[in-house]
């Protein structure tokens, strides 16, 4: 707690004492409006038992070796929602509670982290299972009413989903007059990405929920209940190793790139601006997000055929000669035959192998001309000239952002595809560009002015 700033501790305290009134209205004290709907000391608490300790197996197993992806915190959300669509408000609101608190966090401070799970939890099923009580929903689940049981858990997991939003939004509110105007006017939007970035999953997650609760109300009774667990479980297992296996590709590109960093400093940022670039020229004409990441990846990679170049030649100072360039422009042949064998890397092999061709057919190492060119290529050229032109190197001084499109434009055609040169002007136009100097210099951001002549170094644009 003692790292936390105040204003966090506010927040963690208020959330976790909202969570204890979810829990703990004293026996016996009157209980008006949503009160009302707290169970009475006769209250049969096996399904909350029964169903507490299978939300905490399942964030046990979900936690383990055997399915864990690279987000082990993510939470098995179809037992809480049956819960919420089952029981009452505060006994929906204690499934949850033994999962949250007693299963061990990874990152200090353990104890903030652990209170913090617990009380948005226990508040986001309370929320979900007043709304669905409110709507009619339990007996609707009770007599297998589908149309309704549909409607009434739909608001349930709306309810749901807007508590943990809130919750979490809260975390990312600016403090009054602590922030800058645009951190502080972006607070909606990441409130906004957080609510549609969850709703489909929980809504599927309800599903799997109502099914539990129609199941366990039915004649074949829990045991029934219990067996929607086994394709969820099965869901979730494949879901968990897309991850896994996204997590290692991810570490194979950072892999291949802190390679070339080592081995060209001077480069050092380069390769992870041409990605940015690249997705932004990508989004741009329109491509789907597959798409776009697979373009990320190009851009990152363009240069790993540096890694068979001497060192000497990356870093040396002035123009090289004939010889040298010749060997330089053989890293695009080393790149493509390092990341052939990637499959997953897709068109991005292509524009690896390609990223140095021109529209006119002066480019290398084929001198393909025009359509010729695989477009993860061209939009590469262009995010890589762009870069090379506003990132200070050895051989050559950073140019202002506007003078860099403008040299683009001036070359569209000739070196470089215009439409392709078109979308980074309206991307950056609308977004912005905030390049760091790659040179290991101290300088906060590019130095303008005039770029010295780019001639005899393969890479840099005229």
């Known amino acids: 707690m003692e790292a936390l700033p105040a204003r966090a501790r506010v927040y963690l305290v208020c959330v976790t004492l909202l969570g204890l009134l979810c829990l703990l209205p004293l026996p016996g004290l009157p209980r008006p409006g949503v009160l009302s709907y707290l169970p009475d000391p006769r209250f049969p608490w096996w399904p909350v038992v029964l169903l507490a300790a299978l939300y905490a197996g399942c964030e046990r197993l979900a936690r383990s070796r055997l399915v864990a992806g690279?987000?082990?915190g993510g939470t098995?959300?179809?037992?809480?929602?049956?819960?919420?669509?089952?029981?009452?408000?505060?006994?929906?609101a204690l499934v949850a509670l033994p999962g949250a608190l007693l299963l061990p966090v990874e990152h200090r401070p353990r104890l903030a982290r652990r209170l913090w799970r617990t009380g948005r939890l226990v508040v986001a099923v309370w929320a979900a299972s007043l709304v669905h009580l409110k709507t009619g929903g339990r007996d609707a689940v009770a007599h297998c009413d589908m149309p309704g049981a549909l409607a009434t858990a739909g608001a349930a997991v709306l309810a749901f989903c807007l508590v943990l939003t809130l919750l979490d939004g809260g975390v990312l509110a600016p403090a009054p007059g602590g922030l800058p105007r645009g951190r502080a006017a972006a607070a909606p939007a990441a409130?906004?990405?957080l609510f549609l970035g969850s709703l489909a999953p929980l809504t599927v997650h309800g599903l799997a929920g109502l099914m539990m609760a129609l199941l366990w109300r039915s004649p074949y009774g829990p045991v029934a209940a219990l067996l929607v667990m086994l394709p969820m479980g099965v869901s979730w297992w494949a879901f968990a190793q897309y991850h896994r296996e996204r997590a290692a590709h991810q570490a194979t590109i950072r892999a291949l790139v802190q390679a070339v960093d080592i081995k060209d400093g001077y480069t050092r940022g380069h390769s992870e601006r041409v990605g940015r670039a690249s997705m932004l020229i990508a989004r741009e004409l329109g491509m789907d997000d597959d798409r776009v990441e697979t373009l990320r990846f190009a851009g990152i990679l363009h240069d790993v055929g540096k890694l068979g170049v001497p060192t000497r030649l990356l870093t040396k100072n002035g123009p090289l000669t004939p010889e040298e360039r010749r060997v330089i422009e053989l890293h695009p042949e080393y790149g493509h035959e390092m990341v052939r064998g990637i499959s997953f890397l897709g068109e991005a092999r292509a524009a690896v192998l390609h990223h140095h061709e021109r529209i006119d057919g002066t480019g290398y190492p084929y001198g393909l001309t025009g359509g010729?060119?695989?477009?993860?290529?061209?939009?590469?050229?262009?995010?890589?000239a762009f870069d090379a032109m506003t990132s200070t190197r050895s051989y050559s001084r950073a140019r202002p952002v506007p003078v860099a499109l403008e040299e683009l434009q001036r070359c569209a055609g000739t070196h470089f595809d215009p439409r392709m040169v078109r979308a980074l002007v309206r991307a950056i136009g609308r977004a912005g560009?905030?390049?760091a100097v790659t040179a290991d210099e101290p300088r906060p951001a590019a130095v303008p002015g005039p770029a010295a002549p780019a001639t005899g170094r393969p890479g840099a644009r005229r």
């Open 191 to 193: 409130w906004s990405r």
């Open 76 to 92: 098995f959300h179809p037992v809480l929602l049956a819960g919420a669509f089952l029981l009452p408000p505060t006994a929906a």
């Open 433 to 435: 560009w905030h390049p």
């Open 70 to 72: 690279p987000h082990p």
């Open 372 to 384: 010729q060119i695989p477009e993860s290529a061209r939009v590469v050229a262009v995010a890589d």
